[in-house]
């Protein structure tokens, strides 16, 4: 046998065939090795045998016994009942197997068994339809009982029995041949199993302490080689790749502070001093600048960008949405015109597309301000020398490295997120990045009042909306849905907006914003409710990001318990923007814990570092940022939530690799780089790595 042999089709493995090829496919089984990688998602200690004297009723128990008797009855509905008596000298009960009378073939006097399963009481103690596996004369490895047993991931047609068997059988033939993966160094500072035991104890562990150490080695294999990933794609840029030098003088600081209509915090004068630093290198800038809601990030992305063209280079600012390019365009605009700077708009939504291009391929533009039409091939830079991505992480890997690679130089880059990177994914999906946390506030910002109510108090509410419009301010009502078309239970935006325009603020301005509204039409209710010529904007996630208007100081969150709870707080960031009070209400009758968590941890905190770490216990980092998007592939084991530790010793680890080997070339590596082509498909030199 040959280790080449564990990428041949499942569908040549004795009892396997074609049929159970294309349902083993399901699972995301196709060969050999696929199987020996379908870990268990959880399992079952069935080595504990307890004699039949010691069992009580109510229990899971695992018991080996001889049978003593059997009998094939009917039961009153008619279903054929397989009536099995054991013993094991200590004591005496009943196994009963419902519809399966073959197993009579099995199951006769004399034999010995091992029978796992719930223990009731029926005139007696009685297992009904347990697993069970036959003793031979000799000692043999046990698969289904008698041990730790594995419990797979199923589809329908696959029975747990049965692939337990096939993959049991794959394991003892293939396991010994798998390569060791990191070098006896590693292996040796962290106390690690070797890599074959440690994936043939996680499917069939000999105990319990094989199982946690077996998963502790390739949870660390997966930290590790995502490490080395980011380290290798960090060492490319910083040491391979040519970039931008930025020269940063006093009296230009100096002017930009004096533009500011306002007084600048610690932390953004902080993040201004490690741009300037950054962008004063030859090295590209790769820095995430995080902060909360309102935290001022945009000011620290137009003191980059004043940088940037102060030096006679273009910067380049992508957004996801149009409504957010838009406001950031306007404030931009507002914050570096007066410096006597050129600033364009690049958006679906541009009609003269063509002279804006025109203006940035002749350098005549020296900052734009877009979405991902930025990256389409039409756009040519003159000489790009920063970009900035707001709201990264929705934007893929690819995206992100198109708007990179319109120039020969690397620009600077600067990525920004109002959603606070929890410690972990700090250290993963961004850890090739330099970060710089907002942790203060401005002057002015106000924290928000936030309520939970029942629906059935809705009257209430909007009683408390009037009392506020009357006052002069502002609403925002918001909505899951843009109709109610697929989900009758569910007010749509469309169908709230007409029952308050039609009826309960029949005599206030209202206005609708979703997504599927022409872009003129979103435009003309954007600034009508910017020119307070609107009372009521009724919207959907649309305004979750991109949305300025400190005269609104309430917002309504219709079936609340639909969305995630980063969500929530960045659509809680719109409002407590202005000096006064700011109220948000969320109206749910949720049911669920986890929805009933997420609005507890709504009303309990207004901290974005707080709430995203809640977030991501809650619904994971996958769904949270996109873990896939950043190109680390799946994380089979690893949880980034519990596994910190392993992590920071799998970081150094690789990092310690990066450091004395970033080509991976020594001989102690050679297993490493061939596990890195495997696991990331791509060459881990140039452009590969980046």
Known sequence: ????????????????????????????????????????????????????????????????????????????????????????????????????????????????????????????????????????????????????????????????????????????????????????????????????????????????????????????????????????????????????????????????????????????????????????????????????????????????????????????????????????????????????????????????????????SSGEADMIVGTHALIADTVRFKNLGLAVVDEEHKFGVIQREALLSKVPKRPDMLIMTATPIPRTLALTIYGEFDISTLSDMPKGKRSVITYWFDPSRRSEIYDFVKARLKEGKQAFIISPLIDSAKRADISGAENIYSRLKNDIFSGYAIKLLHGKMPKGAQDAAMKAFRDKEADLLVATTIVEVGIDVPNATIMVIDHAERFGLAQLHQLRGRIGRSAGESYCILISDAESNSAGERLGSMIASQDGFYISEKDMEIRGPGRLFGVRQHGFGELKLADLTNDLEILKKARDEAFRIVGSDPGLDKEEHRNIRSAMDRRFRYGHEGGGAG
């Open 1 to 360: 046998m040959k280790i080449d042999d564990v990428h041949k089709s499942v569908r040549f493995i004795k009892g396997v065939g074609p049929g159970r090829a294309q349902l083993l496919a399901r699972l995301g089984i196709y060969n050999i090795s696929d199987m020996l990688f379908c870990y268990p998602r959880r399992h079952e200690d069935r080595s504990r045998i307890r004699p039949i004297s010691e069992v009580k009723a109510a229990g899971v128990e695992t018991i080996e016994a001889a049978v003593t008797a059997t009998g094939l009855l009917r039961s009153r509905r008619g279903q054929s009942m397989l009536k099995v008596r054991i013993s094991d000298g200590t004591g005496r009960m009943n196994i009963v197997f419902f519809n399966q009378p073959y197993l009579k073939n099995y199951l006769k006097k004399g034999v010995r068994a091992v029978f796992y399963g719930r223990v009731d009481n029926f005139k007696g103690l009685q297992m009904n339809n347990p697993e069970f596996e036959i003793m031979g004369e000799e000692e043999h490895d046990s698969v289904h009982t008698g041990r730790i047993v594995p419990v797979y991931p199923l589809t329908a047609g696959l029975g747990q029995r049965w692939l337990r068997n096939l993959i049991y059988g794959v394991i003892e033939d293939y396991s010994a041949y798998l390569k060791e993966t990191l070098p006896t160094s590693i292996r040796a500072r962290n106390k690690l199993l070797g890599y074959g035991d440690a994936v043939k104890n996680m499917h069939f562990p000999k105990s319990e302490y094989m199982m946690k150490e077996s998963r502790r080695r390739l949870v660390f294999d997966e930290f590790v080689f995502m490490q080395l990933f980011i380290g290798l794609k960090r060492h490319h840029i910083r040491e391979n790749s040519p970039g931008v030098k930025h020269s940063v003088k006093e009296d230009f600081v100096s002017s930009f502070l004096g533009s500011m209509p306002f007084e600048l915090t610690k932390g953004q004068r902080k993040a201004m001093a490690e741009v300037s630093k950054d962008m004063a290198s030859s090295k590209p800038m790769a820095r995430l600048l995080q902060g909360d809601v309102g935290s001022g990030k945009t000011a620290v992305a137009a003191y980059a960008m004043a940088l940037s063209a102060h030096n006679g280079m273009q910067a380049a600012l992508m957004a996801p949405t149009e409504i957010l390019a838009d406001q950031h365009f306007i404030t931009i605009s507002q914050f570096l015109s007066p410096m006597g700077f050129r600033i364009e708009l690049l958006t679906g939504g541009v009609k003269d597309k063509e002279s804006v291009c025109e203006k940035i």
